[in-house]
């Protein structure tokens, strides 16, 4: 689906895609939303949205070389964000049943992709 729409990118480490493809493998084969399947799709959620507000919000910062001063205040405001985000997930996760667990687990391989080959 999000190859037919326009999107933007944020680059992982390659480390992060074989980890997050193999937790979506994981969690897909044993079919169950129990607490041990939440806590792990909830630890990759939150990986990957730290990864995501780093490279929208803090890269352009450094590219910009900015000072200190504004990293920090940078770093304090996407803190901020995280750990309201962190909530929130949470929240959602707990809920889950096995077919939102699996509805998720499509999510999470949609939009992880490999390097183009150049």
Same mark, same amino acid.
């Given at each position: 689906? /999000? ?20 937790? *979506?493998?994981? =969690? ?12 792990? =799709?909830?630890? /990759? ?9 780093? &490279?929208? &919000? ?5 590219? =910009? ?16 964000? =995280?750990?309201?985000?962190?909530? *929130?997930?949470? #929240? *959602? +996760? #707990?809920? /889950?049943?096995?077919?939102? /667990?699996?509805?998720? +687990?499509? &999510? ?11």
């Amino acid at each position: 689906m /999000l190859k037919q729409q326009s999107h933007i990118v944020a680059p992982i480490p390659d480390e992060l895609r074989t980890r997050a493809l193999y937790t *979506v493998s994981e =969690l897909r084969s044993r079919g169950k939303a129990d607490k041990e399947a939440i806590d792990q =799709l909830y630890a /990759l959620i939150v990986e990957l949205t730290e990864n995501g507000l780093d &490279f929208f &919000f803090i890269e352009p910062l450094r590219r =910009l070389r900015a000072g200190n001063m504004m990293m920090g205040m940078a770093n304090m405001g996407i803190s901020s964000m =995280l750990k309201g985000s962190k909530m *929130v997930v949470h #929240k *959602v +996760l #707990k809920k /889950l049943d096995d077919k939102s /667990l699996a509805a998720i +687990l499509d &999510f999470v391989e949609e939009i992880i992709h490999e390097p183009e080959q150049g």
